[in-house]
Nanobody, 124 residues
Framework: QVQLVESGGGLVQAGGSLRLSCAAS????????MGWFRQAPGKERRFVAA????????YYADSVKGRFTISRDNAKNTVYLQMNSLKSEDTAVYYC?????????????????WGQGTQVTVSS
């Protein structure tokens, strides 16, 4: 069992930055591939970024590539999402998720555990 708690969301102007954090409970954090997803109002939840267990490999949705950076600190049981050059279309609830699958995956159905989400609002 893994419990995930996101933080760091808020209101920011277009062009600004935010860093989201996701703290995980349990002693096996390093055995999970971690991902970030987001869901805008009236839309389906979509993949944003994922990171391997060691943190050595990352993968991003095209819409955020070059602007967002996913990272993790296994000693702190935390995964981060640094978001720069934010746009109004980045407005959404952001969720972190964990999967015991060793592969990076963009499918939300592959993830076993989810946080409660944190709201990010970008004003134009």
């Amino acid at each position: 069992q893994v419990q995930l708690v996101e933080s760091g969301g808020g209101l920011v102007q277009a062009g600004g930055s935010l860093r989201l954090s996701c703290a995980a409970s349990g002693r096996t954090f390093s055995s999970y591939v971690m991902g970030w997803f987001r869901q805008a109002p009236g839309k389906e939840r979509r993949f944003v970024a994922a990171i391997t267990r060691s943190g050595g490999t990352t993968y991003y949705a095209d819409s955020v590539k070059g602007r967002f950076t996913i990272s993790r600190d296994n000693a702190k049981n935390t995964v981060y999402l640094q978001m720069n050059s934010l746009k109004s279309e980045d407005t959404a609830v952001y969720y972190c998720a964990a999967t015991s699958d060793y592969r990076l995956t963009v499918r939300d159905s592959d993830y076993d555990y989810w946080g409660q989400g944190t709201q990010v609002t970008v004003s134009s």
